[in-house]
C-alpha cells in the first residue's frame, strides 16, 4: 500500500509523535532505490552517500504477541545469503 506512509506521516505530526520510520532510513532508501535503478545493464557500483540508526520495531509490533520468526521457517535462498554475508561482515 504505496499511502500507508503517508498516513503514517500524517498521524505522527497529528499526534506529535516522531514519524516511523525515521526520515534518515527514508532518505536512504530513496537512494538505494535510485541507485538500483542507476545501475542499468552495466551493474555500476555506487557509494551510498546516506545512512541510518537502527530501527527498533513499533510498540504495537512488539505486544502483537506474534513471533514472526516462528510463523515460516526462512527459506533456502535466504538462509544461503544469510550464510554469505555473515562471512562477508566476518572479513
Known amino acids: 500500500d504505496k499511502s500507508v506512509g503517508l498516513a503514517e506521516m500524517a498521524d505522527a ?9 525515521s526520515p534518515d532510513f527514508i532518505l536512504h532508501v530513496t537512494e538505494l532505490t535510485l541507485n538500483i535503478q542507476r545501475a ?3 551493474s ?8 541510518f540508526s537502527p530501527l527498533s520495531p513499533r510498540p504495537e509490533t512488539l505486544s502483537s504477541g506474534i513471533d ?9 535462498i535466504s538462509r544461503l545469503i544469510n550464510g554469505v554475508l555473515d562471512r562477508m561482515h566476518r572479513h
Open 13 to 21: 505530526i497529528a499526534v506529535g509523535r516522531p514519524c516511523f520510520p
Open 44 to 51: 555500476r557500483t555506487h557509494r551510498m552517500a546516506t545512512d
Open 68 to 76: 514472526y520468526g516462528r510463523r515460516r521457517p526462512p527459506s533456502a
Open 40 to 42: 542499468g545493464t552495466e
